[in-house]
């Protein structure tokens, strides 16, 4: 099975996942394909991500379950994802303990949900997906190939943490510390054209919209939940946490247009930055590309290759010390990645990787229709 491409490892393992449940399980495991509206809704909040949740599962599904989400990760993001599902019992210690979401436990490390859309087979189309709070992999399979594992969204709260030994816990620390190696790196002129506001929003700015367009600015957090509350108590709890975020950070309106998403990127392009800073560029853009499998993380470096990086713009809001609210974004031909840590006094990262062209594979199945079903 070791030497089967990721989409056969992903075969193999969503198929010993299903034959395991019971009908119960199944239908709310398996969906058919396409289920295009569902299939495309996506969350990074504490919230219903739609599917079969561990909680729902024995031991040996859940390890089943788990062995899915390793077929569309890397062993470093893996880990990664691994560690950020158990900061959910250090992020409950925090809170004292209360905090429930409508839930007999709102802070949850099992509460991460799986669903398979469609058939699993090495022709496809199939796709699965794997999401809890700040966790979620997307892939879609076509004639034997991982054709998207977009989007891809990773975070961390707490961003630090302490371990004996007076180290940290840093699950996503390159994504921050390259970030801010690389803006450090830039004399006058080049950070007048980076920092394109010196107050960053309190989330990534393309939030879990399935689709990403020109003026696009942040979401406020009720909006990236599944539904509203209706408990007053948990309305106005998620609202509280908007505002005092906002608060933190002095945000204002005029600051939410600075950073809006435009279809021409904002910020400094790759090719105005020196060989030792497009390395570091390209260093920084693989920790977001790294999170898949080798082989597809290969694929997408590919397409930033040499003179690929040049049309890729750095943009930084934000300051750029330690400690310091901070978001940053990389935009180019079919790449949004972005990074944000404003919340909880700096420590709460959000990060996400994008194709704003080919997230959920819309790009490569738009063109498998029109071929195959006119």
Same mark, same amino acid.
């Given at each position: ?116 859309? @469609? ?136 600051? +939410? ?48 290759? @040499? ?18 609210? /901070?978001?940053?974004? +990389? ?18 990262? /959000? ?6 062209? @080919? ?8 063109? /498998? ?6």
């Amino acid at each position: 099975m070791t030497d089967r491409n990721p989409a056969g490892r992903m075969v193999d393992a969503a198929r010993a996942w299903l034959d395991s449940l019971d009908d119960e399980q199944r239908a709310a495991a398996a969906w058919p394909w396409p289920a295009e509206e569902e299939r495309r809704r996506w969350y990074y909040t504490p919230t219903d991500h739609g599917g079969l949740p561990l909680t729902r599962m024995r031991p040996a599904q859940q390890q089943l379950a788990m062995r899915l989400v390793a077929s569309g990760l890397s062993r470093a993001g893996f880990v990664t994802v691994s560690t950020i599902m158990g900061l959910e019992n250090v992020l409950d210690g925090l809170e004292g303990w209360r905090v429930d979401w409508g839930r007999e436990r709102g802070r949850d490390p099992q509460l991460y949900w799986l669903r398979v859309f @469609g058939e699993p087979s090495d022709e496809g189309p199939w796709s699965w997906r794997f999401g809890g709070h700040h966790v979620s992999v997307h892939h879609v399979v076509l004639n034997g190939t991982v054709q998207a594992s977009t989007p891809c969204f990773l975070g961390a709260d707490p961003a630090a943490s302490p371990l004996l030994g007076g180290h940290l816990l840093r699950p996503l620390g390159a994504v921050e510390d390259l970030g801010r190696e690389l803006v450090r790196s830039f004399d006058e002129e080049l950070l007048k054209q980076t920092i394109i506001s010196r107050t960053p929003p309190v989330d990534v700015v393309s939030g879990n919209r399935p689709r990403i367009a020109h003026g696009d600015t942040a979401m406020r957090l009720p909006d990236v939940w599944r539904g509203r509350f209706t408990e007053p108590r948990l309305a106005e709890s998620v609202e509280q946490i908007q505002r005092n975020a906002e608060a933190g950070i002095g945000l204002r309106p005029e600051h +939410l247009d600075d950073v809006s998403l435009t279809t021409v990127p904002k910020g400094v392009p790759a090719a105005k930055l020196s060989r030792q800073q497009q390395d570091q560029l390209r260093a920084l853009l693989m920790v977001f590309l790294g999170r898949v499998p080798d082989e597809l993380a290969e694929r997408e470096a590919a397409k930033f290759a @040499g003179d690929k990086l040049l049309d890729v713009h750095f943009a930084w809001a934000g300051g750029v010390e330690p400690g310091q609210p /901070h978001y940053y974004r +990389l935009q180019g031909p079919r790449l949004l990645a972005e990074y944000d840590n404003t919340q909880r006094e700096v420590n709460h990262v /959000h990060s996400v990787w994008r194709d704003p062209e @080919g997230d959920f594979g819309d790009d490569v199945l738009a063109r /498998h229709l029109a071929a195959h079903h006119r």
